[in-house]
């Protein structure tokens, strides 16, 4: 395990972004921070899993994605992989608005990202005696 202040870094951003994700799923949604704040939640946390676990991190959002599957399988992480390609898609419409947005469940998103961030915060904490 690895960096115990850019984990924190990096979970700190997760948590202050989910709670724009938390205000922005209910009725009536606001899709372009749902949208926008859900994916860079995602991405913070799998960022910090990854720097606690002493993987290689990415600049590239699609390898991000391919990140948050590898820490699914090694880690018991929620598999988030899916959901973050949606995101970014997501996020692209309501930016560009040439992409077409795909079909999500607002509560459900929200939900499956604070389940996530959550997960990440029990693995650093479970595993923040195991530090090198």
Same mark, same amino acid.
């Given at each position: 395990?690895? !960096?115990?202040? /850019?984990?924190?870094?990096?979970?700190?951003?997760?948590r202050r972004h989910?709670? /724009?994700?938390?205000?922005?799923w209910d009725d009536p949604t606001d899709w372009d921070d749902l949208s926008l704040y859900g994916f860079y939640c995602l991405e913070a946390g799998v960022e910090a899993?990854?720097?606690h676990a002493g993987?290689?991190?990415?600049?590239?959002?699609?390898?991000?994605?391919?990140?948050?599957g590898e820490l699914h399988k090694r880690h018991g992480l929620p598999d988030i992989?899916?959901?973050?390609?949606?995101?970014?898609?997501?996020?692209?419409?309501a930016?560009?608005? !040439?992409v077409p947005a795909p079909d999500l469940n607002a509560g459900d998103v929200?939900?499956?990202?604070?389940?996530?961030? !959550?997960?990440?915060? !029990?693995?650093?904490e479970r595993t923040a005696g195991n530090a090198s």
């Amino acid at each position: 395990m690895a !960096d115990d202040a /850019r984990t924190g870094e990096k979970l700190a951003l997760a948590r202050r972004h989910l709670k /724009r994700v938390l205000s922005a799923w209910d009725d009536p949604t606001d899709w372009d921070d749902l949208s926008l704040y859900g994916f860079y939640c995602l991405e913070a946390g799998v960022e910090a899993a990854a720097i606690h676990a002493g993987m290689k991190t990415s600049k590239r959002h699609w390898e991000k994605a391919d990140l948050a599957g590898e820490l699914h399988k090694r880690h018991g992480l929620p598999d988030i992989e899916q959901l973050l390609r949606d995101l970014n898609e997501a996020r692209k419409s309501a930016a560009y608005g !040439d992409v077409p947005a795909p079909d999500l469940n607002a509560g459900d998103v929200a939900s499956e990202i604070e389940k996530y961030v !959550d997960a990440v915060a !029990d693995l650093v904490e479970r595993t923040a005696g195991n530090a090198s």
